[in-house]
């Protein structure tokens, strides 16, 4: 392998990453997430509790507790931010030059790979240098850089080439290229979590002698067990938790890894590469008989198959066509939005009968459920419905429409939401007769997901942005049972006046900051 070929390719995919506008606004998320990350003790929350006592905010403890919430969000956002490389070469027409160049396929994925994890280090990086600002506001402890490196370095490594592996797979074979490779690897990230109970279950045992499993790439099964010989695991908090000021806090040791454990992460990153390996005999090397630039994201995925299958059920969107032309200006352009995506997706149309009609049937006290089930489906429809136009390449078309690229941002905004709306309207009328401040939560947070969806696909340019932060807020949103604003749609009913309030402003600010963004790129020519 030609190494200086090898790092020119992957130090221009790097490069590549970095300079996006996109970048910028994920540099920005990822700033305010880690400063979001360390509440002040000051006011009831801290990092890691146990036993209703506080952990001091130590340099182990921050790096310790950061690294953990890190591994959640980037081990899930990681591979939606690098994912569709190889369909930007189809669509940009570079495959054919690409397939045809004498780099060899595991050169090419190799570049692809480093330049990946770079960008994943980078931001991770960032992310590192933000919690060390946030210790010298709230640290209680000198900063030791050796701590945070060791512990961010053992947890969020082997994640990064874990998920620049999946992500190189998922590009480089036709069926996992749509959806399908999105689905699969949400579900390969959940089961990793499922990991930690039973690590949690046994943590003294694991302390003594560590039973890590190695394809836990999250990482988290091994902080439980760093942190095992120390705490009640039992009875720990980590994240925003809350802790009785009347018990005494303590503080953690420095070096909290043993050998067994940095064992465990060094084997965790041996084995994130090979999907990587994978990848290199089932390239489709850019090849027209195996991968065709209009069908890059869909081609032979399960989605697809599944959608082919019920291709029938699209002639009952067909109405919708029909009154959407005799609709005047933006009523008629969002509904023509609607029926072009429920005839695009039979499944999507068929989980939407379904969902009607569970709605109409189920009692009460299961209507949350559903429509957080309901949420979920209409998120992943969703997801693309602002970036379809650009996708296509009908961005210009969309814009020399009446109305121009203003009304084109507010009428897929206000697609989003109608989809929404036929989703859960039903589930939302029982509720208003019952609970209507349960309903008034749904509403409120289906908004603001209609307008963050918006705001992020048109200002990364990619569906996955809001799609990983949608299946991480939903996953969160629904193991956070007792905090009134992580009750996103009222699923378990400890949503406030407040935290409904909160989610409509932030709902309307998002609004605002797309009609604006999308101005500002309309001027430019973008």
Not at 376 to 392: E, H, P, Q, V
Not at 402 to 423: E, I
Request: hydrophobic share 60%; glycine share 10%; with cysteine.
């Amino acid at each position: 392998m030609n190494v200086d070929l090898l790092r020119t390719l992957a130090l221009t995919e790097a490069r590549q990453r970095l300079r996006r506008l996109s970048t910028l606004v994920v540099l920005l998320a990822v700033v305010a997430l880690g400063w979001l990350m360390i509440p002040d003790p000051r006011g009831g929350s801290t990092l890691i509790a146990v036993a209703g006592a506080r952990v001091v905010y130590t340099s182990s403890a921050l790096a310790l507790g950061s690294a953990s919430l890190a591994a959640l969000v980037f081990g899930l956002a990681g591979f939606f931010l690098l994912r569709g490389r190889m369909a930007e070469d189809l669509r940009a027409g570079l495959g054919g030059v690409i397939g045809a160049s004498p780099a060899g396929n595991a050169l090419f994925l190799a570049a692809r790979w480093c330049g990946g994890v770079l960008y994943l280090l980078a931001l991770m990086g960032v992310f590192l240098l933000t919690i060390l600002a946030c210790h010298l506001l709230r640290g209680e402890g000198p900063i030791e850089p050796l701590v945070y490196l060791q512990t961010h370095a053992l947890v969020l490594v082997p994640l990064a080439l874990y998920c620049a592996s999946c992500a190189v797979l998922c590009d480089s074979w036709a069926p996992l290229m749509g959806k399908g490779g999105d689905l699969l690897f949400f579900l390969g990230w959940v089961a990793q979590l499922g990991m930690l109970a039973e690590t949690t279950a046994g943590a003294a045992a694991v302390a003594h002698a560590p039973a890590v499993p190695p394809i836990d790439f999250t990482g988290m099964s091994a902080i439980v067990a760093a942190l095992a010989a120390h705490v009640d695991t039992h009875d720990m908090m980590l994240g925003i938790a809350t802790f009785d000021r009347a018990v005494p806090p303590f503080a953690l040791p420095a070096w909290l890894w043993t050998g067994p454990l940095v064992l465990a992460r060094v084997l965790a990153a041996v084995l994130a590469v090979v999907p990587l390996l994978l990848a290199v005999p089932l390239f489709h090397r850019f090849s027209p008989d195996r991968v065709k630039p209009g069908r890059a994201r869909a081609r032979r995925a399960p989605l697809a198959l599944l959608n082919g299958w019920l291709r029938p059920l699209a002639r009952l969107a067909q109405p919708l066509f029909g009154l959407a032309a005799r609709l005047p200006g933006i009523a008629g352009q969002t509904l023509a939005d609607v029926a072009l995506t429920l005839a695009a997706a039979p499944a999507a149309l068929a989980l939407l009968l379904a969902a009607q009609a569970a709605a109409l049937a189920v009692d009460v006290a299961r209507l949350p459920a559903l429509a957080l089930a309901a949420v979920a489906c209409w998120g992943i429809l969703a997801s693309d419905l602002s970036t379809r136009d650009g996708d296509c390449a009908c961005a210009g078309l969309g814009a020399a429409v009446p109305g121009g690229a203003a009304r084109r941002y507010w009428r897929q905004l206000l697609a989003a939401l109608v989809l929404g709306l036929m989703f859960t309207g039903v589930a939302a009328l029982r509720l208003a007769v019952h609970d209507p401040l349960r309903a008034w939560a749904l509403l409120a947070g289906l908004f603001a997901l209609a307008a963050l969806a918006t705001l992020l696909g048109r200002a990364s340019g990619s569906a996955r942005t809001f799609l990983a932060l949608f299946l991480f807020c939903l996953y969160v949103s629904v193991n956070a049972s007792d905090v009134a604003a992580l009750d996103l749609v009222g699923f378990h009913g400890t949503a406030t006046r407040v935290s409904v309030l909160g989610w409509l402003a932030a709902g309307l600010a998002a609004a605002w900051t797309g009609h604006a963004w999308n101005l500002r790129r309309a001027a430019a020519g973008e």
